[in-house]
């Protein structure tokens, strides 16, 4: 599988939105429209900041940055993540060089370097920092209806920050 974010737009948006765990219960209308919400959210605070170096944006706000040397599943692969309460980003780093590098497009091999490849990573969860403390959190801002048997309520699609963050990443790196 290839990396959300060397997918286009639209490859990127489908394949997050599959991700998602309500994605077979989605009777949004509007849905389109949503979806170019977060997608844009992503591009305008990428455009905003991108002339910075990530690492110094990181420092700047005090964020926590720890390598997990161990964590090696198949079955739940995770290659970062943010936890808003510590401020602290986790870097999964076999996961990284055992799985991410090698599913990279050739036609970005210059991105198949540990180190270089670990600025997406602080820059997507950059993108999760800001939402929590700046601009809201982009899965909260609309909420989606869903198909649940007769109903249909209203959920928060978590893909929806995967797909702001994925755009932010892109347009600060000009992954095009
Ligand atoms: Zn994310």
Known sequence: MV???????????????EFDIYYN??????????????????IREAKRI?????????????????????????NYIIFSSYESKEKKITIYKKNIQ????????????????????????LTHEYFHHLEANYIGVTSEIKKIQIK???????????????IAAHAFVKEFYDIW
Do not use: C
């Not at 219960?25 to 992503?42: T, V, Y």
């Not at 007769?150 to 920050?161: A, C, E, G, N, W």
């Open 25 to 42: 219960r989605i009777s949004q209308h509007n849905l389109d429209d949503i979806l170019e919400m977060a997608w844009s959210r992503g």
């Open 98 to 121: 055992n799985i991410f590098i090698p599913s990279i497009p050739d036609e970005y091999v210059l991105w198949r370097n540990y180190e270089k490849v670990i600025d997406l990573f």
């Open 148 to 162: 649940i048997g007769p109903f249909i309520v209203k959920r928060k699609l978590r893909s929806l920050s995967e």
């Open 3 to 17: 990396p959300s974010v060397f997918l286009d737009k639209q490859q990127l948006i489908s394949q997050e939105l």
């Open 50 to 74: 991108k002339h910075k170096n990530i690492k110094q944006l990181i420092r700047e706000e005090n964020i926590i940055v720890e390598t997990d040397e161990k964590t090696y599943n198949l």
